[in-house]
């Protein structure tokens, strides 16, 4: 794993000032899981969706699909980051969203 305090993370991990960032993080490498003699030992098979890993790695992006009167048709739309999810979700809800650090501006051409 790759460890590093919170001021010193990249930008691109967009944890942003959130509070909920512990003052040091740990990355596990791809094919790895970061745990406890404790919980290893409860569960021989470990969970398929952990967090932890590197959001730059391949093999950590997600499928994003939306349809609905909303959702402009027929789009492939570059890949983002899923904090972005957060405030399309408030968007489409008509709600405002509380501080994040996701952007609407990077995937709000998805809509109508």
């Known amino acids: 794993m ?5 001021s ?8 942003g000032k959130n ?4 003052p040091i993080l740990c ?3 791809t ?18 969706g952990t967090h932890g890993y ?9 499928l994003f699909v939306a349809h609905g009167p909303a959702f ?3 789009i492939t739309h570059p890949i983002f980051d899923n904090v972005d999810v957060y405030p399309l979700l408030a968007r489409l ?7 994040n650090d996701g952007r609407i501006e990077d995937i709000g051409d998805i809509l109508r």
């Open 19 to 22: 509070p909920r960032v512990p």
């Open 72 to 74: 402009r048709r027929h």
């Open 2 to 6: 790759t460890c590093a305090r919170k």
């Open 54 to 62: 590197d959001n730059s790695d391949p093999q950590m992006a997600a």
């Open 31 to 48: 094919g790895w899981m970061i745990t406890t003699h404790a919980d290893a030992a409860k569960d021989a098979h470990p969970s398929l």
């Open 93 to 99: 809800l008509a709600v405002p969203p509380e501080p």
């Open 27 to 29: 990355l596990a490498e």
């Open 8 to 15: 010193d993370l990249p930008a691109r991990l967009r944890f």
